[in-house]
């Protein structure tokens, strides 16, 4: 299904204004015959159900949780319907995203179903629209477009540099040939700027235990080399202490 920018559905009703009298039956019927289709069928049912259960709202379509809906909670309840609830919602998301972007004129015929599902990952929307023009643009494959999100992500994220220092701290000499490692935990502002609180709390607790450790095995290390060095003189027996 071809939609164009004189086709885009407008944005500004309400869920409540969106809901009509429907044949909650039909409608599954129609999703399941396109379901069967090979070519695109996915965003053949996501134009599909934006017609039928969201006139006039892009917006509620567009949401994270389209299922506020609840005439979609019906459809997607039914036990004639042969896409589980998980396609259905993508689907739909994607398939106003398209809509939403063609109503502004941007070209998206480039872009295939596995692309508007893997760019809705963006939970943020301005970030989600940038990324799909410059894909457009750019030509992005789908691993292209996740390689970059999954990047973005873990910039925002500091908990993913802590859950990678403690990772590594589990082999302590393995840290130290880290370089990048080793300076990042050298560096208060870094420490301070680029970790949570909570996450500088634990990785000070796991620190206090590989010292322990380490202190122990450091132990156990030097009276073995003592037993050996004692063996390989033959001046006493070895030291069983």
Known sequence: MCITANEVIPRNESV?????????????????????????????IGDYVLEELFQGSLDAALSRNPYKSRSLRQVA?????????????????????RRDLIGDQVDCSCLTYSHW????????????????????????SVREITERITATKQEQDPGVKAKELLKKMERPLDLLKDQEAVKFLDDPEKLEGQLKSADRLRIAVTIDDIVEKM???????????????????????????
């Open 16 to 44: 409540e204004q969106a809901e009509h009298s429907v044949d909650i039956e039909a409608i599954v019927q129609g999703i399941n015959e396109r379901a069967v289709r090979i070519d695109d069928a996915t965003m053949e």
């Open 77 to 97: 309840d039914s036990p004639s319907l042969t896409i589980d609830r998980k396609r259905l919602s993508t689907s739909v998301r994607a398939a106003a995203f």
């Open 117 to 140: 599902a893997v760019l809705l990952k963006e939970t943020d929307d301005e970030k989600r629209r940038d990324l799909a023009v410059e894909a457009i643009r750019q030509g992005w």
């Open 215 to 241: 202190a122990s095995t450091s132990q156990i290390l030097q009276r073995a080399r003592k037993n050996i060095t004692r063996i390989e003189l033959g001046t006493v027996q070895p030291d069983l202490a």
